[in-house]
């Protein structure tokens, strides 16, 4: 009877050792992929011949990669998990070509700001901790081609930091995190990416982000903006006087939102475009 159950047991620790070479085989390859990948940038930063301030981020390319990356996922790994990976290797590359730091507001909260940056950025590029969203502008502007992590929500006491993206030359918003959404998402605190201005091809507007002063403001103005319209609106002073930060969905023209605002008893005293991200992309439930 033990030399039949030791028999039986055989073709299953078999297989288990089968698989572990398996894993094995598909880690090396995975790990020399890596190694390739770095190879190519390698070349890339010659063909480019350059360090130039900005050209290594290109928004509308990982937009694109992220969307393909859900569409193409299945099986048991975590969505979470691809994603921080592939999230890993494109900062940790866009690194390599052109050293940067992130500048992020830990007003928001310093655990979750935390998370979000290790998450979309990894370990290799270094954090640099801010106290306001204006001291992560300024930091930006002063850089070389630094990125910025400011909130994407109200906070309390933030202020309009927007206003010192107004200029052409000024820092601008390039990309919203998370962009991926869905429940439960490890990195769920919504934050603006802020760096200075790209060329052309690297962006993507697909939102467009705009810097509003207004006269007459009101909360139940936001109401009168198209459906999916983000505002963040900081008081100034008297005869409701305010500063707002407007994010406009596709389709959605900056006359439209004007006249909006007008039907709402607002007056639009200045606009400004400061930047523009790629439509989030949002997976259902179970995905």
């Known amino acids: 009877m033990s030399d039949q159950g030791s028999s039986a047991r055989k073709p299953a620790v078999s297989s288990l050792a089968t698989l572990r070479m398996e894993i094995d085989r598909i880690?090396?390859?995975?790990?020399?992929?890596?190694?390739?990948?770095?190879?190519?940038?390698?070349?890339?930063?010659h063909v480019k011949g350059t360090q130039e301030t900005g050209a290594a981020f290109r928004p509308a390319r990982e937009a694109a990669m992220m969307r393909r990356l859900v569409e193409r996922h299945r099986g048991i790994l975590p969505l979470d998990t691809a994603e921080g990976i592939w999230r890993v290797i494109i900062s940790t590359f866009t690194y390599v070509q052109a050293n940067y730091s992130v500048h992020a507001d830990m007003a928001a909260g310093d655990a979750f700001v935390r998370d979000s940056a290790r998450f979309h950025f990894g370990f290799t590029t270094p954090l640099v901790p801010h106290m306001s969203a204006s001291a992560v502008v300024a930091a930006v502007a002063a850089s070389r081609g630094d990125l910025g992590l400011v909130p994407a929500a109200t906070v309390a006491g933030s202020g309009d930091w927007w206003g010192a993206l107004e200029d052409g030359g000024a820092p601008k918003i390039?990309?919203?995190?998370?962009?991926?959404?869905?429940?439960?998402?490890?990195?769920?605190?919504?934050?603006?990416?802020?760096?200075?201005?790209?060329?052309?091809?690297?962006?993507?507007?697909?939102?467009?982000?705009?810097?509003?002063?207004?006269?007459?403001?009101?909360?139940?103005?936001?109401?009168?903006?198209?459906?999916?319209?983000?505002?963040?609106?900081?008081?100034?002073?008297?005869?409701?006087?305010?500063?707002?930060?407007?994010?406009?969905?596709?389709?959605?023209?900056?006359?439209?939102?004007?006249?909006?605002?007008?039907?709402?008893?607002?007056?639009?005293?200045?606009?400004?475009?400061?930047?523009?991200?790629?439509?989030?992309?949002?997976?259902?439930?179970?995905?």
Not at 27 to 45: K, N, P, T, Y
Not at 190 to 195: A, D, G, Q, R
Request: charged share 20%; glycine share 8%; proline share 5%.
């Open 27 to 45: 880690d090396e390859a995975m790990h020399q992929l890596l190694i390739e990948r770095g190879e190519i940038i390698e070349s890339l930063i």
């Open 174 to 287: 390039i990309a919203r995190r998370p962009f991926v959404e869905r429940d439960d998402h490890p990195a769920s605190l919504p934050l603006f990416v802020v760096s200075k201005p790209l060329v052309k091809d690297a962006a993507v507007e697909e939102v467009a982000i705009w810097s509003f002063e207004v006269d007459g403001w009101n909360a139940a103005a936001t109401g009168a903006l198209s459906a999916g319209t983000e505002v963040l609106a900081v008081p100034q002073g008297s005869a409701g006087r305010a500063a707002l930060l407007v994010s406009l969905t596709p389709g959605a023209a900056r006359e439209a939102c004007e006249a909006a605002l007008k039907a709402a008893g607002v007056t639009v005293r200045r606009a400004a475009l400061v930047g523009g991200h790629a439509s989030r992309y949002t997976v259902s439930p179970g995905k």
